[in-house]
């Protein structure tokens, strides 16, 4: 076995790089006491990560009568990372560095194309992005999250009611994209990002809940995202919660699907004689003016989310329930959506505590499709480091 394909060495790489992202600004010798390994290796491991721009040295600081100490921190301007959410009728592409911040972004309409179309269009988009902001830098992989059933292994997305796409070989379409390219669903995405940069990072243990115009669910157990047996964990479209709601295509009343989403929200205020709302922007713009009855629309929508999460809350017990999409670009709906599952839950205001927001409660789900490039990365950096010096043979 060459040294270059040593499993044992490739954990270490990672073990370095993960150690430096979760705790920046430790000493080679305090990584190495961290994870275990000798301070030599991590030397040896920190100088080609150096090298390749993964992590960066802060300035020195002095430690008695010894050797200053030198910080580590993970590179976030030298390489990037491209996300993409494939939307029903608009895609958001993103390019970010390591820490999840966006560095540039753009949004590429294509409702009433096919896939192939759609796909073609975002392709020639994120090109474009790529040559006009990344500035040299280069782009380590692309991660792209789609809503609907995602087939991760075989690079498929196998359903999504949303954009009328099914069997849609995905990652082979996106081929002319930064490689290498990883597809999964939104719902994943969102822990993922949660799990870096958002609640995750203090609770291992939670519940994540997608409420856009896709739903979906994850469970996250000790910072393991659970796909479930056949990767389709997560389905709650299809979770009642009114006895007296809009007839559902799976044949009962009142789904989380029809109840909840970002169009159903249109759709009701359409049922109210709101015929000024053409799409949920209009819905946002009008809240945000006070117009009492679309705030009214938007605590129902929210009740419903709240019926669904006192539900799986009682199912699952997790350590946190985490809210992410349109309902948590209000923080100050919460108090709301926690009296509801207060209301509905066995465990009562117990339950409540643990329902939050995501931490991100600006939308992005194009930045938590880059999250999934950014594990990959963080999972096996010693990979992408062996491409740099490959590609640059090539050159």
């Known amino acids: 076995?060459?040294?270059?394909?040593?499993?044992?060495?490739?954990?270490?790489?990672?073990?370095?790089?993960?150690?430096?992202?979760?705790?920046?600004?430790?000493?080679?010798?305090?990584?190495?006491?961290?994870?275990g390994i000798s301070a030599a290796s991590v030397t040896s491991i920190a100088a080609s990560l150096l090298d390749h721009q993964l992590i960066a040295e802060?300035?020195?600081?002095?430690?008695?009568?010894?050797?200053?100490?030198?910080?580590?921190?993970?590179?976030?301007?030298?390489?990037?990372?491209?996300?993409?959410?494939?939307?029903?009728?608009?895609?958001?592409?993103?390019?970010?560095?390591l820490d999840g911040i966006?560095?540039?972004?753009?949004?590429?309409?294509?409702?009433?194309?096919?896939?192939?179309?759609?796909?073609?269009?975002?392709?020639?988009?994120?090109?474009?992005?790529?040559?006009?902001?990344?500035?040299?830098?280069?782009?380590?992989?692309?991660?792209?999250?789609?809503?609907?059933?995602?087939?991760?292994i075989n690079g498929r997305i196998v359903e999504n009611q949303g954009a009328g796409w099914s069997e849609v070989p995905a990652v082979s379409m996106l081929a002319d994209l930064p490689q290498p390219l990883i597809?999964?669903?939104?719902?994943?995405?969102?822990?993922?990002?949660?799990?870096?940069?958002?609640h995750g990072a203090k609770?291992?243990?939670?519940?994540?809940?997608?409420?856009?115009s896709d739903l979906g669910a994850v469970l996250v157990s000790s910072g393991q995202i659970r796909a479930g047996w056949?990767?389709?964990?997560?389905?709650?479209a299809h979770l009642?919660?009114?006895?007296?709601?809009?007839?559902?295509?799976?044949?009962?009343?009142?789904?989380?699907?029809?109840?909840?989403?970002?169009?159903?929200?249109?759709?009701?205020?359409?049922?109210?004689?709101?015929?000024?709302?053409?799409?949920?922007?209009?819905?946002?713009?009008?809240?945000?003016?006070g117009d009492e009855q679309i705030r009214s629309l938007v605590a129902e929508r929210n009740g419903f989310v709240a019926h669904a999460a006192a539900t799986v809350f009682d199912l699952l017990d997790p350590g946190l329930l985490v809210i992410a999409g349109t309902p948590a670009e209000r923080p100050e709906t919460l108090p709301e959506v926690q009296s509801v599952v207060a209301s509905r839950s066995l465990q009562g205001p117990?339950?409540?505590?643990?329902?939050?927001?995501?931490?991100?409660?600006?939308?992005?789900?194009?930045?938590f499709a880059a999250s999934i490039m950014v594990n990959e990365v963080l999972s096996n950096p010693l990979s992408f480091i062996e491409r740099m010096q490959t590609e640059a043979i090539r050159k």
């Open 1 to 35: 076995m060459s040294r270059r394909t040593d499993p044992a060495r490739a954990r270490n790489f990672a073990s370095v790089l993960r150690e430096t992202f979760a705790s920046p600004g430790r000493s080679r010798k305090e990584i190495a006491d961290a994870i």
């Open 58 to 97: 802060a300035e020195a600081v002095a430690a008695g009568q010894g050797r200053p100490r030198v910080p580590l921190r993970v590179d976030n301007e030298s390489n990037l990372v491209m996300g993409i959410h494939l939307g029903p009728r608009v895609t958001g592409v993103v390019l970010t560095g």
């Open 102 to 152: 966006s560095k540039a972004s753009v949004l590429v309409p294509h409702s009433g194309l096919d896939a192939e179309a759609s796909f073609a269009r975002i392709i020639e988009q994120a090109n474009l992005l790529i040559a006009e902001h990344a500035k040299g830098r280069q782009i380590l992989g692309t991660g792209v999250a789609t809503g609907g059933i995602v087939d991760r």
């Open 183 to 198: 597809l999964d669903n939104n719902a994943r995405a969102a822990a993922q990002s949660e799990l870096f940069y958002g």
């Open 203 to 212: 609770e291992p243990d939670f519940l994540l809940m997608v409420i856009t």
């Open 230 to 236: 056949s990767q389709h964990a997560g389905n709650i």
């Open 240 to 289: 009642q919660v009114s006895d007296a709601g809009y007839p559902c295509e799976c044949g009962r009343r009142g789904c989380l699907q029809v109840m909840a989403t970002d169009e159903a929200t249109v759709r009701r205020a359409h049922a109210a004689g709101r015929m000024d709302v053409k799409d949920y922007g209009d819905i946002d713009r009008l809240y945000d003016a």
């Open 350 to 367: 117990l339950a409540a505590r643990r329902v939050v927001y995501s931490s991100d409660h600006e939308l992005s789900l194009s930045i």
